[in-house]
């Protein structure tokens, strides 16, 4: 299995900050790479898919970035609905897996 | 838009097998170009894939359930099935339902509210 190991695995930020958080694959996964956000009680939401492509509804201030086994997530100007969990999810091989999450609280 | 809601009991005796149901709407099940799947997430903790299922009956599980596990379709009534069999206390967790395209980078897009299941007798 490809293990998805997220940075940090929690992290105080401000209105405003720009935000960064890291998911590194145990082995290379290309581009299959998507990430996450989960607001408390609800389902996850996908914000990008395949590394670095903006799902649509998606504000801008979120991107992706990496391939093969390092990955970033940026949010550039937190808004009060970003506090929440975010997840990493591979999708090149079977079990898709995912990363141990990194939940972004208020500082 | 696509909606997708899961249903089944919330509570399930230890050993007993757990039956969800996905019901989609706005969309059709019978699509070649996704699968449908299942991801589970025990109380605050992460997120665990179950299994995807295509249209056509083409399956995949993951290999950590795969003994317990059948995901089944049903296109006439456009709903899609978990089974679980020898439910642990382990297994409890939020059941969600999902949808992946079935080739190249394969995101879960749109999600279901979910489902709390609680394993005990």
């Known amino acids: 299995d490809i293990q998805m190991t997220q940075s940090p695995s929690s992290l105080s930020a401000s209105v405003g900050d720009r935000v960064t958080i890291t998911c590194r694959a145990s082995?290379?996964?290309?581009?299959?790479l998507n990430w996450y956000q989960q607001q408390p009680g609800k389902a996850p939401k996908l914000l990008i898919y395949?590394?670095?492509s903006l799902q649509s509804g998606v504000p801008s201030r979120f991107s992706g970035r990496g391939s093969g086994t390092d990955f970033t997530l940026t949010i550039s100007g937190l808004q009060p609905e970003d506090f929440a969990t975010y997840y990493c999810?591979?999708?090149?091989?079977?079990?898709?897996?995912f990363g141990g999450g990194t939940k972004v609280e208020i500082k | 838009q696509l909606q997708l809601q899961e249903s089944g009991p919330g509570l399930v005796k230890p050993s007993e097998t757990l039956s969800l149901t996905c019901t989609v709407s706005?969309?059709?099940?019978?699509?070649?170009?996704?699968?449908w799947v299942w991801i589970r997430q025990p109380p605050g903790k992460g997120l665990e894939w179950i299994g995807s299922?295509?249209?056509?009956?083409?399956?995949f599980y993951n290999p950590s359930l795969k003994s317990r596990v059948t995901i089944s379709v049903d296109t006439s009534k456009n709903q899609f099935s978990l089974k679980l069999s020898s439910m642990t206390a382990a297994d409890t967790a939020l059941y969600y339902c999902?949808?992946?395209?079935?080739?190249?980078?394969?995101?879960?897009?749109?999600w279901g509210q979910g489902t709390l299941v609680t394993v005990s007798s």
């Open positions: 999902a949808r992946h395209p079935s080739g190249g980078s394969r995101w879960f897009d749109p």
């Open positions: 706005g969309g059709s099940i019978s699509s070649q170009s996704y699968y």
């Open positions: 395949a590394a670095s």
């Open positions: 999810q591979q999708s090149y091989s079977n079990p898709l897996t």
């Open positions: 299922i295509h249209y056509s009956g083409s399956t």
């Open positions: 082995q290379s996964i290309s581009s299959y």
